[in-house]
């Protein structure tokens, strides 16, 4: 993972358009897409500024975040939300809830 990774990761996580994230950041759509690609380095006060838009602790957008990896296995999830304008976070939790109940009744 890099950085631009992590942002898009959160970004969709917290079910955010990039024009919603680039308007509060008050820049262009266009950099904050450059941004996520990784085509142009993310300065640290926009980063700080990402992690005050996103909730999200600013170190956890530079390192590669073990949630992140466990959380990939839900990428379609996430990317079918964003197709049906759903909120990926409250989807991930409705399916972790589900799994974790069915792994206590099977015990």
């Given at each position: 993972m890099n950085i631009g990774q992590n942002i898009r990761y959160y970004r969709k996580l917290k079910g955010l358009t990039m024009d919603q994230i680039a308007a509060k950041m008050d820049v262009d759509r266009s950099y904050l897409?450059?941004?996520?690609?990784?085509?142009?380095?993310?300065?640290?006060?926009?980063?700080?500024?990402?992690?005050?838009?996103?909730?999200?602790?600013?170190?956890?957008f530079l390192v590669m975040d073990d949630l992140i990896e466990e959380n990939n296995k839900w990428k379609s999830v996430i990317d079918y939300c964003e197709l049906k304008n759903l909120n990926p976070e409250w989807v991930l939790e409705l399916v972790k809830f589900t799994t974790d109940t069915a792994k206590k009744i099977r015990k």
């Open positions: 897409s450059k941004i996520e690609n990784n085509a142009t380095p993310c300065s640290v006060e926009k980063l700080f500024i990402l992690s005050e838009i996103l909730d999200v602790p600013a170190y956890k």
